[in-house]
């Protein structure tokens, strides 16, 4: 009875290439979101997501763009892949814009390995 | 958001009580503390949060400081299964942009 599962939980990819991660939460959240760790395990928000609102953090390449065909689904996608993108991506979602109440509920994380 | 500094590790024995300390000195009046936990390989995972007064919940408890400029994550029966990175973030309230979760607390239980 996974909460918040992404698929899939491996990628290796060839630099260039386009790649998407699918999420999906089944806690009827209003809010998901995407984070990224990286190899030094600093994990940073990407974007947050709800009701049709999107935030981004500035700092994110667009070359990465979320896509929500629903509340309950945020995809990423992510266009002309690079060694740099080589990273753990989180998804998430909360109750509430920020999590305020009751915090984030995480995935379990997709390994992104660019080569 | 304000930083915050924690120790690098830390040691606890299976069945004593885990006491996580954080430093978060510059935090402004309308910050909250929240702690997260990442066992490996796994996504964070929300354990509590407060504002200035002391907190409990079936997890931990969280003991602020009355300047909150720092606070204390007390695991009350570590167990094996605690055995995670413990992160330690302040953030302002249905804000959400620019987090950033440190290096947090490697918290080793010794059986």
């Known amino acids: 009875d996974t909460a918040v599962s992404q698929t899939p939980k491996y990628l290796v990819t060839q630099m260039g290439n386009d790649k998407s991660i699918k999420c999906e939460q089944n806690?009827?959240?209003?809010?998901m979101y995407w984070y990224k760790q990286d190899s030094k395990k600093f994990l940073k928000i990407m974007f947050s997501y709800n009701n049709k609102e999107l935030i981004i953090n500035e700092t994110v390449p667009n070359r990465f763009s979320p896509k929500s065909p629903d509340k309950a689904h945020l995809n990423l996608h992510i266009n002309s892949l690079e060694l740099g993108d080589s990273a753990v991506y989180f998804c998430?979602?909360?109750?509430?814009?920020?999590?305020?109440?009751?915090?984030?509920?995480f995935g379990s994380g997709t390994r992104l390995t660019v080569v | 958001d304000a930083k915050t500094t924690q120790p690098t590790s830390m040691d606890c024995a299976e069945g004593r009580a885990a006491n996580l300390p954080c430093n978060h000195s510059?935090?402004?009046?309308?910050?909250?503390v929240y702690w997260y936990r990442q066992i490996h390989s796994q996504g964070p995972q929300y354990i509590i949060h407060g504002l200035k007064n002391n907190e409990t919940n079936e997890m931990a408890s969280l003991i602020i400081t009355e300047d909150r400029k720092s606070s204390t994550l007390i695991l009350p029966h570590a167990t094996l299964r605690d055995t995670a990175v413990y992160y330690c973030i302040v953030r302002v309230a249905n804000r959400d942009d620019k987090i950033i979760f440190g290096k947090g607390t490697r918290l080793h239980i010794l059986p």
């Open positions: 806690l009827g959240h209003d809010t």
């Open positions: 998430a979602s909360s109750q509430e814009r920020g999590g305020s109440n009751y915090g984030y509920t």
């Open positions: 510059t935090i402004s009046g309308n910050e909250y």
